[in-house]
């Protein structure tokens, strides 16, 4: 599986753009980054993923380098509600029809406001 | 969409007894994942299922754990005898299969005195 490599923390201001960087830079070519986020208590959401081309939902927005080796997830307009640990996930397939998720340390969001 | 239910969502067991786990995942999900979160190891994947059939079963912690699916609408994770190393929280989680994405429940924390 490739590694990633995410800020054990960041802080935003509410209202403003939250920016979360991943280093991810020995993915292969057929890995998909997905970020989950995990508010107190919950258990982890999934908010997007991508594997070449950018993406926007609702939530959020994920920029991916041309080199696919970092990415960043925009959440565009942070609230106090997106205060959480962000996951920035790159999934292998593990074989016999089934993907796994292998869960870093993530970055701990706070949005102050 | 009730999405991926657990149960019971709190548990306080005494050291020796047996722990049973429910998960039901969202409907028209073949793909089912066991995952176990503590303060010092973090989010990690016990088991999974694909079609109701055990894929690996590798982060099993030992033989006092064990996993069932026996239909495509229930699985359970049974500990026994319980010890106080196994408090954590026990997520469920479901997937239509593939790489589409995984859906969590809200989880069960699980205390053994």
């Known amino acids: 599986d490739a590694k990633t490599t995410q800020p054990p923390s960041m802080d935003c201001a509410e209202g403003r753009a939250a920016n979360l960087p991943c280093n991810h830079s020995t993915i292969s070519g057929n890995e998909y980054v997905y970020w989950y986020r995990q508010i107190h208590s919950q258990g982890p959401q999934y908010i997007i993923h991508?594997?070449?081309n950018n993406e926007t939902n609702e939530m959020a927005s994920l920029i991916i380098t041309e080199d696919r080796k970092s990415s960043t997830l925009i959440l565009p307009h942070a609230t106090l509600r997106d205060t959480a640990v962000y996951y920035c996930?790159?999934?292998?397939?593990?074989?016999?029809?089934?993907?796994?998720?292998?869960f870093g340390k993530g970055t701990k969001l706070s949005v102050i406001p | 969409d009730a999405g991926v239910i657990q149960s019971p969502r709190h548990e306080v067991t005494e050291m020796g007894q047996e722990v049973t786990l429910r998960c039901k995942p969202i409907s028209g999900h073949n793909s089912l994942f066991w995952y176990r979160q503590t303060m010092m190891r973090g989010l990690e994947l016990l088991i999974y299922?694909?079609?109701?059939?055990?894929?690996?079963d590798s982060g099993m912690p030992e033989d006092r754990f064990s996993a069932k699916m026996p239909n495509a609408s229930f699985s359970t994770l049974k500990i026994q005898p319980s010890e106080p190393r196994d408090s954590a929280v026990y997520f469920c989680?479901?997937?239509?299969?593939?790489?589409?994405?995984?859906?969590f429940g809200p989880g069960t924390r699980l205390l053994v005195l």
């Open positions: 996930i790159v999934r292998s397939y593990s074989g016999a029809g089934s993907y796994q998720l292998t």
């Open positions: 299922f694909n079609n109701n059939v055990p894929i690996d």
């Open positions: 991508g594997l070449k």
């Open positions: 989680a479901s997937s239509a299969g593939g790489p589409e994405t995984q859906y």
